[in-house]
């Protein structure tokens, strides 16, 4: 009786808190604390920052594959930036190519993603009203949103903004005499990065405290989708590896404003030597590459989470080798941050170190193995249901088999030496982490766009948004290999000088620069069919892809605590697909095994003894947290 007590009251807490006072437009739209309100400010956001970050890409290959054009009908734009021949200024140029470095690997590929999944999918996933902390929750969009708007700034100062390649080694960034992007652009853009780390700080902590102490009943660690392995254990890396970056940019910013000389040693500008005696620019490379090779991870680890949940779903099969997988994660988190050092084999580091660091980068080919192998095999046999978020997901797994491919080969301190900034290191990145991770965030997008809005995007558009994209990924990116083989160097403004070398790399340029604004253009599909949907598309079902985990048990447009009354319960995995004896093709996590006898496996008839004891744990912390 006293249990059936404590329940009552909990559900009628839980009832009190589904009915909140009117909201003001502001504190409900703007200044929000409810997660999935959080999740459409990080992903509206991400999507403006992609179509900047991509526009100033289609910019420098203009460049780069019509080196002799004149591009007077950017002048609305660029403005001074295009001087008096028609051209683009070679100083805009290497900027041009470090804000879209920076735009697209942290504001994208970091917050964009990370930012929208993690905030949208853990409270829904893992059962929870909402994030441990809604106010730091808010407070970490909002820090992002500052840093966006001072590095958006950047790009309009006289001087322009940073230019020192987005990876901003010094001495080039350190001395703000040294050129017109290491002035007030590359202070900006230390600021802009300083508030971005707390924006991730703040963010990791939320999400690693919220899948540890907000699970619901029954939801033990074996049973979270691979989703939430692959946000928790993002976060975990963010929270180790952010720190550093951020204690780079302060040594950075005291090189450049307080006269110390932590990267500084021996300089000489137009003849005049420097004060600056000591200081050592690898530091910075060592310091960085800490924080630069986790954060490819940072990015792609999310999206090979959504892939696993997205394949297992339309697959209509149970995700093979679970915990294979998730092993698999934790080998990469591990060896993300013994392996930096691969970046640094030009800088004259001892060979005895560098081979270590050689067999340290080919071991992470193996858990990275065993996910391809556990995504191929799900696949294998397959009732397969070719979604646009399922042929996003094959398309992740494409380009991390062929991205990664290439990854071996720059494993190799011998071969990496001499394809070190070359285009070949481009087209390897840009396939492994960029496409693939920008593929996730589109899968994504594709299969959780009916909770987010409670509506259906397009499939056709989706389909033809598909097929533009990944071929023409494959048109902008193959070819750098060929060209980055050939010696074409990265980060130049023109490799024109001699004979020999136009005729090797005019038109293979001009082709990739044709292929990346062929789509570019094919983004607007997805744009329009994001737009128009959201507020003219198909009102979705409660659960149209069938699927098995807590987030479609929820109202189809769940409000500020998600479920009304209790919160589900959790009994089994979130992979119950096409189990022989089951009635559907899909069994929800709050199903209790008591109710599937008919399918049931011996180990888990011996399971239906617990489930009074899921049933009667005590969740009166969920109704407690503020929201």
Do not use: C
Not at 254 to 279: C, H, Q, W
Not at 408 to 417: C, E, K, P, R, T
């Amino acid at each position: 009786m006293a249990t059936v007590a404590a329940n009552s009251a909990t559900v009628a807490h839980a009832a009190e808190h589904d009915h909140h006072e009117p909201q003001s437009f502001w504190r409900k739209y703007i200044f929000s604390e409810d997660h999935k309100t959080i999740a459409k400010q990080y992903l509206i956001s991400g999507i403006i920052w992609s179509i900047i970050g991509i526009s100033l890409s289609v910019m420098f290959r203009l460049q780069l594959g019509f080196p002799t054009m004149k591009l007077d009908f950017l002048r609305p734009i660029l403005g001074n930036w295009i001087n008096e021949t028609g051209k683009l200024d070679p100083d805009f140029y290497l900027a041009l190519v470090t804000m879209h470095g920076t735009i697209m690997v942290f504001f994208v590929l970091t917050a964009g993603l990370s930012g929208t999944f993690s905030n949208f999918l853990i409270p829904l996933q893992v059962g929870a009203r909402d994030m441990a902390s809604g106010f730091l929750n808010m407070l970490s969009y909002w820090f992002f949103f500052l840093a966006s708007m001072i590095m958006l700034g950047s790009l309009f100062i006289e001087t322009g903004p940073a230019a020192g390649g987005w990876v901003i080694y010094p001495p080039l960034s350190a001395l703000p005499q040294a050129h017109k992007g290491s002035e007030l652009g590359m202070t900006l853009w230390l600021i802009s990065m300083a508030l971005f780390i707390v924006s991730q700080l703040l963010g990791g902590i939320n999400y690693i405290t919220t899948v540890i102490n907000l699970r619901t009943r029954g939801m033990s660690f074996s049973k979270l989708p691979l989703t939430i392995w692959a946000f928790f254990l993002t976060a975990v890396l963010g929270l180790i590896s952010f720190p550093v970056l951020l204690s780079a940019a302060l040594l950075l910013i005291f090189d450049r404003s307080f006269g110390t000389s932590f990267y500084l040693s021996e300089i000489y500008i137009k003849g005049e030597a420097l004060p600056n005696v000591g200081g050592s620019p690898i530091l910075f490379q060592h310091l960085f590459w800490f924080l630069g090779h986790p954060e490819v991870y940072i990015v792609l680890l999310p999206a090979l989470g959504m892939t696993s949940e997205i394949i297992a779903t339309n697959s209509r099969k149970p995700i093979f080798g679970y915990r294979a997988m998730i092993a698999s994660m934790m080998g990469i988190a591990f060896l993300a941050f013994i392996v930096w050092a691969h970046h640094m084999f030009v800088t004259g580091m001892n060979p005895f170190l560098g081979s270590i660091f050689m067999f340290l980068t080919l071991i992470i080919a193996v858990p990275s193995a065993v996910k391809a192998f556990n995504y191929i095999t799900t696949l294998w046999r397959g009732n397969i249901r070719f979604t646009p978020a399922m042929l996003f997901s094959i398309g992740l797994v494409s380009f991390f088999i062929s991205g990664g491919l290439t990854g071996i080969i720059l494993g190799n301190s011998a071969l990496d030496i001499q394809l070190h900034d070359t285009y070949f290191v481009v087209a390897h990145f840009h396939l492994v982490m960029g496409a693939a991770s920008a593929f996730g965030l589109l899968a994504g997008v594709y299969h959780w766009f009916p909770k987010m809005f409670g509506r259906m995007l397009n499939e056709k558009l989706g389909y033809v948004h598909f097929w533009l994209t990944f071929i023409g990924i494959y048109l902008v990116f193959f070819p750098m290999h060929y060209i980055g083989i050939s010696g074409f160097p990265r980060r130049y403004y023109a490799f024109t000088s001699y004979d020999f070398t136009k005729n090797i790399f005019a038109d293979m340029n001009s082709f990739i620069s044709l292929a990346a604004i062929f789509t570019f253009t094919a983004q607007w599909i997805f744009i329009w069919n994001f737009v128009y949907s959201m507020f003219k598309g198909r009102k979705a079902p409660q659960n149209p892809w069938k699927s098995n985990t807590l987030e479609w048990t929820a109202p189809i447009n769940p409000g500020h605590g998600n479920w009304p009354g209790e919160i589900p319960a959790v009994y089994r995995w979130a992979y119950d697909y096409s189990k022989p004896g089951a009635k559907d093709d899909f069994i929800p996590q709050n199903v209790p095994y008591s109710q599937t006898p008919e399918s049931n496996l011996p180990h888990e008839n011996e399971l239906i003894g617990l489930e009074k004891e899921i049933e009667a744990q005590n969740l009166n912390d969920q109704f407690n947290q503020p929201h």
